[in-house]
């Protein structure tokens, strides 16, 4: 009696262990809240080496709502901005960014205020639709990243300025 | 004009800000006529966007007593921390110089003049990179002085590259082969530790 009790707890304890994410897709994996750790945003001209400005985002919540499409960012407690997205496939997301975006997605921070142009551009761009590659998903990490070349108008100029953005979130 | 001219320094600062900050792992001597010398190297440091890690290595020929055929490498990554460097998050950069190095008044003073090659991000960049060597404290010191210029000439004409400054200290074990090096370019500081062989 003792015996098969020991096995069945051993059998519980066995299933319990189980991975149950086997058949899980992007959405089930996305579902949840994640706690963020660092986005980095790489910034170049054509021909000239870049600058790196990563940033710790370990103070953001983003709570991800399958049901309703939604990726809701929380910074101590607030909700600081709120966008909707779409799976397009398993390795690409589209969101639809607000205002707000930038604010928590680009640290402004340490960069020279002269640089002001390109971050006016950068506001345009993160408050608008972007499709992201989902480089990492799993029940614990996810990445998200996407490039793209962002025209800066200043003073009448055009100068190409190419953005490669990566966001890292922890569950 | 004066705006376009603003916007242009701002980028130029801002990307010249982690590029090629490897640090001299050699002094102003030169090699005897036929002879070789190594070092290789550890070096890290940070600005205000980012911390740089890397290795860094030189080899030197005497092709007279006065001229070596200096050649160094470096490989670095820039990233938030050394945490974040072994994630993956990291951008690698990897640099290759060589050129003459010419030592003068009695071999206290050096002038190398290499053509260097760097990638990154999938990306070539040639610049040439003129260094000033210069012994002081009976050659237990070194300072340096390497100016990197960008052969490319695109929309931020303006920036004309970087000048990074140093200074080695050789310390006084294992016949002076262990050099302590630190130099900055304006907005970093960094330093290493290096050996010669």
Not at chain 2, 3 to 25: D, Q, R
Not at chain 2, 139 to 163: C, H, M, P, Q, W
Request: hydrophobic share 40%.
């Amino acid at each position: 009696m003792c015996k098969n009790f020991l096995v069945l707890i051993l059998i519980a304890g066995g299933l319990m262990g189980c991975d149950r994410t086997e058949n899980w897709t992007a959405i089930d994996f996305l579902s949840g809240t994640w706690e963020g750790q660092e986005i980095t945003n790489y910034i170049k001209i054509q021909s000239y080496p870049g600058a790196l400005t990563p940033h710790s985002t370990d103070h953001l919540l983003n709570q991800i709502d399958t049901v309703n499409r939604t990726s809701t960012i929380d910074s101590a407690g607030v909700v600081i901005d709120k966008s909707v997205f779409v799976l397009l496939d398993e390795t690409h997301l589209s969101l639809s960014g607000t205002d707000q975006t930038i604010n928590w997605a680009f640290d402004t921070d340490p960069l020279p205020a002269g640089l002001e142009p390109i971050f006016d551009s950068l506001r345009v761009l993160f408050s608008g639709e972007q499709t992201f590659d989902i480089q990492l998903l799993n029940k614990k990490e996810c990445i998200l990243y996407f490039d793209t070349i962002v025209p800066v108008y200043y003073a009448g100029n055009v100068v190409n300025v190419e953005l490669r953005h990566t966001q890292y979130w922890q569950k | 004009m004066v705006k376009k001219t603003l916007l242009i320094l701002c980028l130029g600062l801002m990307l010249s800000s982690c590029f090629a900050v490897h640090p001299e792992l050699q002094s102003a001597k030169s090699e005897d006529k036929g002879a070789h010398g190594y070092s290789i190297g550890v070096y890290g440091g940070a600005n205000v966007l980012v911390e740089t890690y890397g290795v860094a290595g030189v080899y030197n020929y005497g092709l007279t007593d006065k001229v070596d055929w200096s050649t160094d490498f470096s490989f670095s990554v820039q990233a938030s921390s050394l945490k974040r460097v072994f994630q993956g998050f990291g951008v690698n950069q990897y640099n290759l110089s060589s050129g003459p190095k010419l030592s003068v008044l009695n071999n206290r003073v050096a002038l190398r003049l290499p053509a260097t090659v760097t990638y990154s991000t999938e990306e070539f960049y040639l610049s040439t990179s003129p260094t000033l060597l210069l012994d002081v404290i009976d050659e237990k010191a070194t300072l340096f002085l390497r100016y990197n210029r960008l052969y490319e000439r695109n929309a931020i004409e303006g920036y004309s590259g970087d000048l990074v400054f140093g200074f080695n200290y050789f310390l006084p074990l294992k016949s002076d082969q262990i050099l302590l090096s630190i130099q900055s370019n304006g907005v970093g500081l960094y330093g290493g530790i290096g050996v010669t062989l």
